[in-house]
């Protein structure tokens, strides 16, 4: 069974680079058909997708976030890794990373759901000085 797990610093100085990581076990980030996704969650708001790469290496980012986003991968770690600049205090929120199937990007894309794919547990993000 897949398990993915998030890991990073839990808190970010204003202007800084937020940098996540997240280890996969139980299937390789190569597989044909899924989507490596970041999702997260703000305080008090709904789930947003922020961006994805693909087993074939392409990836695609939320609009609003693209100029200052960036998820790259590392095969023989079997890692993908956000790296989110320039943050600011909303940038704050629980993120996830997830394993999506083709079938579901497209909602995960417009409105993410835990019930779609393989979901880690989350890790807290704050950004504060």
């Known amino acids: 069974q897949v398990q993915l797990q998030e890991s990073g610093p839990g808190l970010v100085k204003p202007s800084q680079t937020l940098s996540l990581t997240c280890t996969v076990s139980?299937?390789?980030?190569?597989?044909?058909?899924?989507?490596w996704t970041w999702i997260r969650q703000p305080p008090g708001k709904g789930l947003e997708w922020i961006g994805y790469?693909?087993?074939?290496?392409?990836?695609d980012y939320r609009p609003s976030l693209k100029s200052r986003t960036s998820i790259s991968r590392d095969s023989s770690k079997n890692q993908f890794t956000l790296q989110l600049s320039s943050v600011t205090p909303e940038d704050t929120a629980v993120y996830y990373c997830?394993?999506?199937?083709?079938?579901?990007?497209?909602?995960?894309?417009?409105?993410?759901?835990?019930?779609?794919?393989?979901w880690g547990q989350g890790t807290q993000v704050t950004v504060s000085s």
């Open positions: 997830a394993r999506v199937p083709s079938s579901g990007i497209s909602q995960i894309v417009v409105a993410p759901s835990r019930t779609t794919g393989y």
């Open positions: 139980g299937d390789s980030i190569t597989t044909n058909y899924y989507y």
């Open positions: 790469i693909h087993n074939s290496g392409r990836t």
